[in-house]
């Protein structure tokens, strides 16, 4: 029982979850102080993961649990992300009227599936940890129910999901069968040899798992919820997910399928590919920032994806540095977005863009290097996130996947470019409203001084990742 | 010497424009942004003009050199000089405060961005030329595409946003590739330091790939026909100060890369590829050439004659004789100072009558001859008369392919004639003719600042052209050095049987 204080920030956020729904239920009109409580829940939550000692490496309730230096530093990322995106779209949720005490609730919950999915060492827990963050996600981007779009977006990533959630049971089940264990290691023990009944489990555990992150051909569903949700969501959605679902696709590939590496690495390997150059080219048609983010994030995910297809430790490596910059890139694109705001209305397409930089120096300016980041022009952050994963690529001799991942961004570079122009080259539109709360500021400037400050010393997050143990 | 020199003049322009970026701005306040960009750039060509006088000639190691742990374990920071990068050093920081002065005249709009753009972009530029290290080099080489696109798309012409966007996407796609080659030399030769990889050297069989990697980014950048096609467009609708930049120091850097990483790290791929370059260049030379003779738009002209004079400057350095490797360096300083030049006085007349297109203008000598005196010596400085800079640097070179190629060197000399043309056309229709139009009557000859900045590019062409020494031996040492570690004449009397 003593193992018990390993979970305690799981078992505080589970704690905080039903603390706060029997609050909100008592007390009259208090969303907003949901809200805050739920950040400074989440606060709390990552000061106890910080608390647990750094190198302890243990696993729990029969080793099906899994407390180790990744999920510690994936945790750590993930409570952090959730803290920036709760405190950059607080303002939004209130205008766009979807401010009830469920919407952080549920946040916290779909945070704590997430935790779990990525202590997982068992294909039970696994599961269960999946479907508590799905089941969130589903209420949270059909939250504007009086939106068509946003139920449409929400039925839609149900439907899929849910389609996507049974190939991946069916997957576990395979492997149950032909291995005759649920737990991680325990499968790496007892598939020495390949059978098929084995591949096809990988194969449709791989399936489900690229369809949470959105790669191609698993990836139809991410525009239209991307473009649907509430853009509150959609940062959710863009971030936090693919923190859970890559440090799964880290565990499945490196701990229970790790010999049976030439049963998955063609297909990480057409994933990655497919990924990167379907994301580059399908995003230069479109109108729409979210959708046109959706898209990208696709092809980051392609990036994230040729790390991990090495199989070498610092091919993982290097896709948690990636998955690390993705965010905040991220995380500074959709602050810039919520500042589009106009009479208590946002603005979501590029064309609303023009001119900015004429009204708004500054706004434009982050997204300036922002966009530059995201095409991966350097001396900018995103540059170094795929300097790191071509050096590990390079390394395995894979130079078809490091040429199409570099071609590909010269693709991708075309349509950043295409929002730039439209900020700074082209003729200015009505001022956007300058007046923003803290959290959107702070948000905004933090993750941009990262994304331009990140060259001067490039080694301190290599360094921590480096630390990362894998199996 | 403790004190990091180098690193200054990389950081000096950054500083500025951080001080730029963060001074409020109002319409007064400007002007005086003008004054911190012109201080800080000035500073920045007296201190590297003391760095040219404290340089040791005589030395072939490369001197200041700074190392600092930076990706750990990976890459280091470093940086340092021999004798060839240090002029072009020099080069940068002479041009740059030229173009702070004539945003005057050619900057409407956004004066406090441009001289950000200007000054971020120097720091880039220096970077470029000190960095000794290929992932230093490759992070300097891409970043300075940011500023050059937004120099180019906010402050251009009619159609920028198309050559913008041309510039940016040829430049990055034939750059990729010479990322994938440096990932690659780190993982045969586990470093990426230049000093190191001279000494270890790079195997044979792995050189014919890599070279032709590097070649993609630098051909483009050079450019080399038929990667050409995107500078006529950046060069015309680029602000003045834009194109000068492009002209005078952007393309050098290709220049400037095939010497040091193509011939240094790959010496024989190098030779390999001998016919390659020879074949392009000379199809740059003379192709471009009747290009540039048809072309109607003086911008769109002196950039075609860019493309051509950088023929030459490829056609020099792949000689790999120790004449053709100093014409190429000293063509590149001379066509630096020239096409700058030329660029500024097309920003002259264009900022007067607001067009390029060379048959409205016609008779100017009789309205402007202060203007027809300084035009003068830089259309003859492109054609490379001898008593200009541009002679020695084309001298050089085709004395160079002589020794090599008789041929080659015979075609290639059909160049300078179809170069003199050209531009003595040009020269003539601008200048000389009668004057047919009226608004040209109303323009005014040069106005005080033009006078300075045209007549401090043309004291170095002219000086440069009747003593070529001080660069000629700044770059001496290291050229023979280049050609002697890599054993460049050994190679050469190999393949030619002696």
Partial sequence: MENLQLI?????????????????????????????????????????????????????????????????????????????????????????????????????????????????????????????????????????????????????????SALSSGLLLYGCSLIYGFSETTNFNQIMVNTKEIEYGLTFGIVFILVGLAFKISAVPFHMWAPDVYQGSPTSVTVFFALLPKIAALTVFIRFLYIPFYELGDQWQMIIIFLSIASMVFGAVAAIGQKNLKRLIAYSSISHMGYALAGLSTGTTQGVQSSITYITIYLVMNLAFFSCLFMLKRNDEYYENIDDLSGLSKNHPLLSLSLLVVLFSLAGIPPLAGFFAKFYIFVAVINEKMYFLAIVGLLATVIAAFYYLRIIKIIYFDPEKEKFESKHNLGLKFTLVASTFFILAYFIYPSGIVDIISQININ | ???????????????????????????????????????????????????????????????????????????NYKVGVDGISILFILLTTFITPICVITVNATIKNRLKDFLIAILILETFMIGVFCSLDLVVFYLFFEAGLIPMFLIIGIWGGERRVYSAFKFFLYTLLGSVLMLVA????????????????????????????????????????????????????????????????????????????????????????????????????????????????????????????????MGFVTLGIFTMTQQGIEGSIFQMISHGLVSAALFLCVGVVYDRLHTRLINRYGGLVSIMPKYAIVFMVFTLGALGLPGTSGFIGEFLVLMGAFKKNILVATIASLGVILGAAYMLWLYKRIIFGKLINEDVKKMVDLKRFEIVTLWLLVLPIIFFGFYPEPLINSIEVSVANMIDMNDLDKINKLALGD
């Fill in chain 1, 8 to 160: 305690i920030p799981e078992l505080f956020i589970s704690i905080m979850i039903m603390f706060l729904l029997i609050f909100g239920v008592f007390k009259k009109n208090s969303s907003q102080l949901v809200y805050n409580l739920t950040t400074v829940s989440l606060v709390a939550a990552l000061a106890l993961i910080i608390n647990l000692e750094a190198q302890i490496q243990s696993s729990l309730f029969n080793n099906s649990y899994n407390i180790d230096s990744l999920a510690r530093f994936m945790k750590i990322l993930l409570i952090l992300s959730g803290i920036f995106v709760m405190l950059s779209s607080s303002k939004y949720i209130q205008i766009s009227k979807i401010s009830k005490i469920e919407y952080p609730i549920l946040i916290l919950c779909s945070i704590l599936g997430m935790m779990v999915m990525i202590s997982s060492n068992d294909l039970i827990v696994f599961y269960m940890g999946l479907e508590l963050q799905s089941l969130a996600l589903y209420v949270l981007a059909s939250f504007n129910r009086d939106n068509l779009l946003s139920t449409e977006s929400g039925l839609k990533y149900f439907v899929l």
């Fill in chain 2, 1 to 75: 010497m403790n004190f990091p020199i180098l690193s200054s003049l990389i950081l000096l322009p950054t500083i500025g424009a951080l001080f730029i970026f963060f001074v409020r701005s109002s319409n007064s306040q400007y002007q005086s942004s003008k004054y911190v960009a012109l201080f800080i750039t000035l500073a920045n060509f007296f201190l590297s003009l003391y760095l040219w006088i404290v340089f040791d000639k005589s030395i072939v190691d490369f001197q200041f050199v700074e190392e600092r742990e930076w990706i750990s374990g990976f890459v």
């Fill in chain 2, 182 to 309: 440096i990932i690659s030399i780190y993982w045969i030769t586990g470093t990426t330091d230049v000093i190191k990889l001279y000494e270890l050297g790079i195997d044979a069989k792995y050189q014919n790939l890599l070279w032709l990697a590097f070649f993609s980014s630098f051909a483009v950048k050079t450019p080399m026909w038929p990667v050409h096609t995107w500078l006529p467009d950046a060069h015309v609708e680029a602000p003045t100060a834009g194109s000068v930049l492009l002209a005078a120091i952007l393309l050098k850097m290709a220049g400037y890369g095939f010497i040091r990483f193509s011939l240094g790290l790959f010496p024989d791929a190098s030779l390999y590829f001998v016919p390659l370059v020879y074949t392009l260049s000379l199809i740059a030379i003379i192709y471009t050439s009747l290009v540039a003779l048809m072309q109607e738009d003086m911008k769109k002209l002196i950039a075609y004659s860019s493309v051509a004079h």
